[in-house]
């Protein structure tokens, strides 16, 4: 096997298959986190979408920001860091696009959610860290289900 340890006979390793590496970030990268997540699904996004001035799109993007940043600090390899880094890029573009859609902010938003939740599953972390990290990330789905479009025009009904 690829993975020997014991420099076995490739016919007959008894080496079982190695588990794929863990991410490390350090204790405040994983704390600020946390608090974007949190501020996320309790504050920005819900002012956003209840009425998407100016002032809450840049407190979104602020935090979009600092995600980023913490993709791109190198301590996530390639592979896991590029298809963050896009969705983050998608979705700070269709935020500052000059007619803001929340349908398609919230598709792209929906499919940050998906990504960092892989990620939050491969991290070095204790499974409380975790666990908490994917409660806070289902906080800013269940923000996404409030404001989906709900009639013919909008979340909020005839404009």
């Known amino acids: 096997m690829s993975n020997c340890k014991k420099n076995c006979s490739p016919l007959f390793c008894t080496c ?3 588990s794929p590496p863990c991410i490390f970030l350090t204790d405040s990268q994983l704390s600020e986190l946390s608090i974007i997540f949190q501020s996320l699904a ?3 996004l819900p002012a956003l979408f209840l009425s998407p001035t100016p ?3 840049a407190a979104v993007q602020i935090q979009l920001d600092q995600l980023l940043a913490i993709v791109q600090s ?3 390899t390639q592979t ?5 880094t896009a969705i983050l890029n998608n979705t700070s573009f269709i935020l500052n ?3 803001f ?3 398609i902010f919230i598709i792209e938003l929906q499919k940050l959610v ?3 939740g892989a990620l939050v599953n491969q991290l070095c972390a204790p499974i409380d860290v975790r666990q908490n990290l994917l409660e806070l990330l289902k906080g800013i789905l269940a923000v996404l289900i409030q404001f989906e479009p709900k009639g013919p025009t909008g979340p909020t009904g005839l404009t």
């Open 97 to 99: 696009y000059p007619i």
């Open 55 to 57: 002032q809450n799109k």
């Open 16 to 18: 079982g298959p190695s």
């Open 42 to 44: 309790q504050t920005t």
């Open 74 to 76: 190198g301590l996530l």
């Open 114 to 116: 998906n990504q960092f």
């Open 101 to 103: 859609s929340p349908l």
């Open 80 to 84: 896991d860091a590029a298809p963050l």
